[in-house]
C-alpha cells in the first residue's frame, strides 16, 4: 500500500505536467478537482471562486454543493478571511460549518492567493472523521500554486492623506494605479462642496479614491507607499493643515482588504510603538470634489503641497517588493 506522501508525491507530478500549458483557469480547476477525488477518493473535491464579494461554487466532483458561500462564512468563507488553510478534523465542532451534505464528517480548505488576494478556494470533505492532516495542508497549498494565473478584477481603495491635492499627485504616480480622484469620503452631510468641508462641520475627509491593477501593484504595497506620505502618529494634521478635514484614514469597500490594512498598520505601529491615528473603516460616503480640485498639481505645478519634492521621485520609480507571482 503506498502512503499519503507517495500519493500525493505523484498526484502534485500528474498535475504539473497536466497544468504546464493550460492557461484557462476552469478547465485546470476542473482537472484538478478529478485527479484530488480519484487519488482519494474523498467525498467532495471542488473549487470555489471569489466572485463578486462571495464564493461561488466552482468544478468539483461530487453530489450537489451549495452555491454561494459569504465572506467569513462557514470553513470555506473562514479560510477566505483568515487566508490561510483550515483542517477540520469533526466538522461538528467547526462553528458555522456549512453542511452542503450530511455525509461530510471533516474537512480541509486551502485558500487559492494571487497577487496577495484570495481568488478561489479548495475544498475538500471525507465521509470519516479526521481524514486531513499537516501532509494533506502542505501537499494541497503547493498543488494550488500551480493553478494558471486568475483574472483579477481592477480593484479600489479610498485614502485620506491630509490634503489631497497633494496626496492624489503623489498615490497617481505609484505603477499600477489607473485612476485617481480625489473627494471627500465617510462625512454626515450630503453632497458637501469644498467650502462646506472647509468648515471642519461635516465629519468628511479630503480623500484620495484610487482604482488599481492588483496584477500590477498589491495593496499592501499601495498602503505601504501611502504610510510614507503621511504622519500617522499625527491626529487630525499633516503637515501644516489641520482639522478633521484632513485626518487620516483607509476606507475600504471590500471586506476582504481589511486583514490586509490590519497587517501593514500593525507593522507600521511596531515602528513607532504606540497606536496609530489612521482611521481604518469601510467607505460610507465618498464625494468627487470639483474639477478644479482634480489632478491640481498637475495644472498648477507650483501650487500648494504639503508633501516634499523627494516623495514624488520615490513613487515614480517605486517598485512593488510583493510581486511575485
Ligand atoms: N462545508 C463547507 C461548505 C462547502 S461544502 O462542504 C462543499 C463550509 O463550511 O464552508
Given amino acids: 500500500m503506498i502512503n499519503k506522501t507517495e500519493k500525493y508525491t505523484l ?8 497544468l504546464s500549458d493550460e492557461k484557462d483557469t476552469i478547465a485546470a480547476m476542473a482537472n484538478v478537482a478529478a485527479l484530488i477525488h480519484d487519488t482519494f477518493r474523498f467525498w467532495w473535491t471542488g473549487f470555489y471562486r471569489v466572485i463578486d464579494g462571495e464564493l461561488l461554487l466552482g468544478p468539483f466532483q461530487g453530489p450537489v454543493a451549495c452555491m454561494h458561500i459569504g465572506y467569513g462564512k462557514g470553513v470555506c468563507g473562514t479560510a477566505w478571511k483568515e487566508r490561510r488553510s483550515i483542517v477540520v478534523p469533526d466538522v461538528e465542532q467547526f462553528p458555522g460549518h456549512i453542511a452542503c451534505s450530511s455525509e461530510s464528517r471533516s474537512e480541509i480548505v486551502v485558500p487559492v492567493i494571487q497577487h496577495d488576494r484570495v481568488v478561489a478556494v479548495l ?23 500551480s493553478l494558471p494565473a486568475f483574472n483579477l478584477p481592477e480593484s479600489e481603495i479610498f485614502l485620506a492623506a491630509g490634503c489631497f491635492w497633494g496626496a492624489e499627485k503623489y498615490l497617481k504616480l505609484i505603477e499600477g ?4 480622484e480625489v473627494g471627500f469620503a465617510n462625512g454626515n452631510t450630503d453632497n458637501p462642496t469644498y467650502k462646506e468641508v472647509y468648515t471642519d462641520q461635516t ?20 498602503l505601504e507607499m501611502y504610510l510614507k ?6 491626529l487630525n494634521k499633516q503637515g501644516e493643515d489641520e482639522g478633521t478635514r484632513y485626518r487620516t484614514g483607509i476606507y475600504y469597500n471590500d471586506p476582504a482588504d481589511l486583514p490586509i490594512v490590519d497587517d501593514v498598520v500593525a507593522e507600521e505601529a511596531k ?10 473603516e469601510p467607505l460610507r460616503n465618498f464625494y468627487p470634489a470639483d474639477e478644479y480640485h482634480q489632478d491640481y498639481l498637475d495644472k498648477n505645478p507650483s501650487g500648494y503641497c504639503h508633501l ?7 513613487a515614480r520609480k517605486a517598485k512593488d517588493p510583493h510581486k511575485s507571482n
Fill in 203 to 222: 465629519g468628511y475627509a479630503e480623500t484620495v479614491h484610487l482604482r488599481y491593477n492588483p496584477t500590477i501593484v498589491s495593496l499592501r504595497f499601495l
Fill in 123 to 145: 475544498d475538500i470533505d471525507s465521509r470519516e472523521l479526521g481524514t486531513f492532516d499537516e501532509i494533506d495542508k502542505e501537499w494541497l497549498e503547493k498543488i494550488v500554486l
Fill in 177 to 180: 494605479v489607473t485612476f485617481t
Fill in 11 to 18: 498526484l502534485a507530478k500528474q498535475i504539473e505536467s497536466l
Fill in 308 to 314: 516634499p519634492i523627494a516623495l514624488f521621485e520615490l
Fill in 229 to 234: 506620505a503621511i504622519d500617522p502618529t499625527s
Fill in 271 to 280: 515602528k513607532y510603538g504606540l497606536p496609530l491615528q489612521v482611521e481604518v
